[in-house]
């Protein structure tokens, strides 16, 4: 039930092209979705968090797309570029006192020049 | 964004030695902060979530008397690994609730490499 599933565990993308990471959740009483960029002996950094009242959130390059009938949510990267070059993890929490994440299993991407 | 700062940021120790981990929400107050175990390409694995003024509570199949939490004020929460073990080698993350709105953000710090050798 607080499992969080994310794919591709790796992704490769040339600089400018699109990187699309997806995840899906079962417990539909999670009300709160961020991404979180993490570089190599980093800590993670919040990137955008999308809640399920809304279907799209846009940020400047990244886009989360949520799709709640689904229970499912993806990170589009547009113009990729090496910078971006990390590992990404989605998330969710319910909301409440505590708020603890659950984290998905993480994506590398790796953008070539 | 919010700050959140740790330190050391790496440490080296003997087996049998304690560890203290500092975490410090720089520019918000936190009543709650969350500590984190990361192991090499795998995702982060909560540990415990720290209250400030109360007792943490620990995931199943942490130990609490060997990863000691202490959050004695809105601003600072410590994590001592007790009589560390080589099998504690890992990267600790801590993070903190920014309190604002619906207090759903959670803000990293930069983490800690601990290697007992």
């Known amino acids: 039930q607080q499992q969080v599933k994310q794919s591709p565990q790796s992704l490769i993308v040339q600089k400018g092209g699109i990187s699309i990471i997806n995840c899906a959740y079962e417990?539909?009483?999670?009300?709160?979705f961020p991404w979180y960029q993490q570089f190599p002996g980093k800590g993670p950094a919040l990137l955008i968090a999308?809640?399920?009242?809304?279907s799209e959130k846009k940020e400047g390059r990244f886009t989360i797309s949520f799709n709640k009938s689904a229970k499912q949510f993806s990170l589009h990267i547009m113009d990729s570029q090496p910078g971006d070059s990390a590992t990404y993890f989605c998330?969710?929490?319910?909301?409440?006192?505590?708020?603890?994440?659950?984290f998905g299993s993480g994506t590398q991407l790796t953008v070539l020049p | 964004g919010a700050v959140v700062s740790q330190h050391p940021s790496r440490v080296i120790c003997k087996s049998g030695t304690s560890v203290k981990i500092e975490c410090r929400s720089l520019d918000f107050q936190a009543t709650t902060m969350f500590w984190y175990r990361q192991f090499p390409k795998q995702s982060l694995m909560l540990m415990a979530t720290s209250n400030e003024g109360s007792k943490a509570t620990y995931e199943q199949g942490v130990e609490k008397d060997k990863f000691l939490i202490n959050h004695a004020s809105l601003t600072l929460s410590t994590l001592t690994v007790t009589s560390a073990h080589p099998e504690d080698s890992s990267f600790y993350i801590c993070s903190a609730r920014e309190p604002s709105g619906r207090g759903e953000t959670q803000y990293f710090g930069p983490g800690t490499r601990l290697l007992v050798l």
């Open positions: 417990n539909t009483a999670f009300d709160y």
């Open positions: 998330a969710a929490s319910i909301g409440g006192s505590a708020r603890q994440l659950t």
């Open positions: 999308i809640r399920p009242d809304v």
